[in-house]
């Protein structure tokens, strides 16, 4: 286990830019991903990348908006959303585990506490 604090959410306007920070303490954890979930709704992949940034996955539905990278050194996590729209609204949740990507959320050990993205039209 390993623990979890995102931070960067908040209110943008459709089109604009939000930057999610994710920071990891504990044992050193090897793939991360980025997870959201909308209200009445399932828990979402939306972008992952392993232990060194050589590889990410992202969602088709963020795919050319949203990027996720990592900074080894200060053991954090990142998310640029850009060109945001009011159906990215939901809650972001940083997830970690200790092998390759995954695009499950059951596959996930470790979880932060969710921040709030509200994109408004």
């Known amino acids: 286990q390993v623990q979890l604090v995102e931070s960067g959410g908040g209110l943008v306007q459709a089109g604009g830019s939000l930057r999610l920070s994710c920071v990891a303490a504990g044992r050193t954890v090897y793939a991360m991903a980025w997870f959201r979930q909308a209200p009445g709704k399932e828990r979402d992949f939306v972008a992952g990348?392993?232990?060194?940034?050589?590889?990410?996955a992202t969602a088709d539905s963020v795919k050319g908006r949203f990027t996720i990278s990592r900074d080894n050194a200060i053991n954090t996590v990142y998310l640029q959303m850009n060109s945001l729209k009011p159906e990215d609204t939901a809650v972001y949740y940083c997830a970690a585990r200790s092998l390759s990507i995954r695009r499950t959320a059951d596959e996930y050990h470790s979880w932060g506490q969710g921040t709030q993205v509200t994109v408004s039209s």
């Open positions: 990348i392993n232990w060194n940034g050589g590889s990410t």
